[in-house]
């Protein structure tokens, strides 16, 4: 049984946390650096962005964990470092910093970066604030929060989760915490993601594990379409728990899994919901798919759609926007056999069947639309594949906040 | 040489239009129904949206214009007459009602709808119109403005255009409507755009000449990313002008498309920039790619960055987001070697070199980029392939307009 528990990343075994204002950002009361570290050296895996264009914390990192190792992640906010001369340069410094700091080796460090692209970092602050960031280490509750808010940027919540399950008779424990608001549209991998498990897991299986959960997790999330340059996840698996390392497949392994897709699912959940500007969680579930990936497929185009997130903004039952995004998805799909339902709180109602109108209610429709989390319900009546993905509506806050991000 | 002139799709020789109100919409100041009718058979191109959900009139359109001949466009907006349960037979009881008042066959009429997608389309309106949409056929400049009205739905700019030319000693002209706001991202076609010459052109030739062009100048444009359902452009060339036929590629055919690109250019920047909400014409010209299809790839993905459109609503030079829109557009580009400068009427500002970013002044940048029309001068550094993508904005007022379209 895997049951919902505090303490973020801090819940596993092991793992301490904090996070402090630097002074990469110019206000002072919101935190520009965070940390995550393990007593133990720990399995690591991740998965980053396809964007050609990569941040040089990404390259660091990839180079750092080519061994399956590492046992602290650094990450500041602010700014991305990337598309600069200098940046795999101060990339390494960050590590070399606090490796030195933390008597570890400079290799045991995932480095990330989160912020604007293309103006030069800079080392003085990071170098400066890392004593304080070090030292203020803790295992408790609020030091998940601490870094959590660390790595936000234009995100309006701290997003983190834990979650306890057993294995072998060891009580194992796996929490996470996300940044992740705008240039939302992960491919591989999604915006910043940090997740601990004290589980022991060799670092092959641990990769085999993430790689095959983003593509149901962070892979079907979109906020605006832009697939950032900075997107990373990593776990982190200390083996404190106790429990004889999983390396091979097997009921263990499914359960590992399903612990680890919890922490994703609602990750993402909260990522989308908290999409820059958004006023609602969109949630498109299709069945009845040729396959998973025809599902998929239209699942995200339709979560992707501007003029469909417009109208859910404006709560305006507007399912030809559906079937038209369906439409130029690309999937296979009979457009003459697709419903079309939506489904909130305030209940569902069947807008349309075999890929036309029916009657409905507007009053019903726009009751169960202006609540702020909306599924859309695809039936393609074409086979048993299915998919999930999540999305936001597409608001004047939106436009606000990317109409003058760097100013 | 290829003259700009008056009279829209009434320019070219024995061609006649109208446009009027006819009960579609309820704002009766709106014109609804719009009518282009050629003295003389005439041959007929046509392309149509990817999308696979597609309008009922698209259906019916493409069979009547198998036979490569069409007399008359008839087109309705307010309603897309799109996913009805009987939208074959209403695109129909167009066709036949328009022919049987101009005494034409039905399967010359080329028809039209835009609008709402899934909501029953009503033949009384369009039967009660048609009488006086014929009477008033006229060939003067008024005539084009009146159908260029009748097929507007949110946009806020007529668009029109026309060229005259020679071929073999005699003028022919050329000249186009369109309409185009929202739901804009045209693949293989376009909104709704319909081209009159009296040039001779066998409809062989005229669909090469299409077919060919739209790679260039429809598909390059994109106001939201959503492909309709209803696009089609259409050209009707009824061989008035007196030319022989151009019925083989050569001088003349060259000519000809030169001219078709003229209008279809024209049209296509003044779709951008009518683009729902939008305060901005963006054009994107790539060169120095590998081949020309990278270079459209990595032009149409710039300009369809939400990110990236909302960064030019504020002004704001975030070359950043357009080196982001690169590295994700999925072409082969050395990132390293990326060149990125603004152009407007203020001027030009170099933001970027070889990937990274280099000093500029911001008020300069703000100068240019607050300007109602700028070029995104895109270097590749990698070969000799260029393309050029035509966008807008993302605005407060694209969402206001697309939070609540349908009432």
Known sequence: MIKQ???????????????????????????DLALIFSEASASAAAV???NLVKGAPLTVTKAHIADGKAQAVICNSGNANTCNANGIEIAEGMSDLLAKELGIKAEDVVVASTGVIGQPLDLAPIASGIPSLCSGLSSDFEASKLAAEGIMTTDTKLKEISFSFNIGGKECKIGGIAKGSGMIHPNMATMLVFITTD?????????AALSEDVKHSFNMVSVDGDTSTNDMVTVLANGMAGNAEISSEGAEFDLFKEALAKVTTYLCREIA???????????????????????????????????????????????????????????????????????????????????AGIDFS??????????????????????NGSACAWGCDLTYDYV???GDYRT
């Not at 507007?362 to 086979?383: C, H, P, S, V």
């Open 362 to 383: 507007e009053e019903k429709a726009k009751e169960i639309l202006t609540k702020d989390e909306i599924q859309i319900i695809i039936g393609l009546g074409d086979g």
């Open 48 to 50: 980053y962005t396809t």
């Open 400 to 402: 606000k906040i990317n």
């Open 273 to 355: 919901r908290d999409g820059e500007g958004a006023t609602k969680l969109l949630e498109c579930k299709v069945s009845g798919a040729k396959n998973e990936a025809t599902a998929k497929v239209v699942a995200k185009s339709v979560i992707c759609s501007s003029l469909f997130k417009a109208a859910m903004f404006g709560a305006d039952a507007n399912w030809g926007r559906v079937l038209c995004a369906i439409g130029y998805s690309g999937a296979e799909v009979d457009v003459a056999k697709v419903d079309v339902s939506f489904v909130s709180e305030a209940g569902r109602i069947d807008v349309c069947k075999n890929g």
């Open 5 to 31: 528990i505090d303490g973020g990343v801090c819940a596993a075994k092991g793992f301490k946390a904090n996070g402090v204002h630097c002074g990469i950002r110019k206000n002072r009361t919101k935190r």
């Open 199 to 207: 589980c022991a897991v060799s670092s092959e299986m641990l990769q």
